[in-house]
């Protein structure tokens, strides 16, 4: 699965519904052979998804493409994740919190 792919399937997991009331910007730096960056906006729980850098995110997620891919294909916990080291967090932790309720 490509990144192009990967970006694709975040999207197709996220319910609005999870995070409604959350306004944010949350910026992915991936990580690795074919990883890249890519952010998205939500506002009041509607989620846009774009490539490239945020101008002013609230919340940067770092990590390997391969844990990525794990985490949206729920093999991978995103708060044992964090504290195994595999995610690092920028930024409002209590979005961090979130995570897993943004990307299904």
Known sequence: MSFKDTVEKAKSKHDPAKMKGVTATYQFEITGEGGGHFFVEINDGEAEFAEGQAEDPNLTVTME??????????ELNPTSAFMTGKIKI???MSLAMKLQALLG
């Open 90 to 92: 920028k930024g409002d």
């Open 65 to 74: 493409l391969e844990d990525f891919k794990k985490m949206l294909e729920g």
